[in-house]
């Protein structure tokens, strides 16, 4: 499906394997748990996806490299939160955020990627300012804002090892 060998190849397993790793972090923050090995894969997976992203040949600044960029920023929010600040006070909830911000952009450019890449998808809504491209986007954003607030407000800062 896709050739790993490639610079796009390497980016788009990394950004599947982001989605993949970054479902169970997201779960054990509703669970006040933290899955060190998954966020740390997690993490590392999203990381690479946003700077892969960079490397990728073009001539101008891209939507893509901005949702990057903002990524990059959000994950480096994320690993302050929980590294330097050892989710003290507000930074507990900023931590919970990051992980689901960071989730929410791979799947929000994993989305963009279906109706560009799939057929079937893609006679839905050609552009993105087709009215089932903004749906579907529309569903996602409400979805993640709302796993967002749980996550923030069920996460507390014990750090217990998920069982």
Do not use: E
């Not at 989710?87 to 960071?102: E, N, P």
Request: aromatic share 12%; hydrophobic share 60%.
């Amino acid at each position: 499906m896709f050739d790993p060998t490639t610079l796009v190849g390497f980016h788009t397993w990394l950004s599947l394997i982001g989605i993949a790793t970054g479902i169970p972090v997201v779960a054990a923050l509703l669970a006040n748990q933290v899955r060190a090995g998954w966020t740390a894969a997690f993490l590392i997976t999203a990381i690479g996806t946003s700077v892969t992203g960079f490397l990728l040949p073009f001539t101008m600044v891209l939507p893509s490299h901005i949702v990057g960029g903002i990524a990059l920023a959000v994950l480096a929010a994320a690993l302050a939160a929980r590294f330097v600040f050892r989710l003290a006070g507000l930074w507990r909830g900023i931590y919970a955020a990051c992980l689901v911000a960071s989730l929410y952009l791979l799947v929000f450019v994993g989305v963009a990627q279906a109706f560009a890449k799939i057929p079937a998808l893609n006679a839905l809504a050609p552009t993105p300012a087709d009215p089932a491209f903004g749906a579907a986007q529309g569903v996602v954003l409400v979805l993640f804002g709302a796993i967002g607030f749980l996550s923030v407000r069920h996460f507390q800062p014990t750090l217990r090892p998920a069982r």
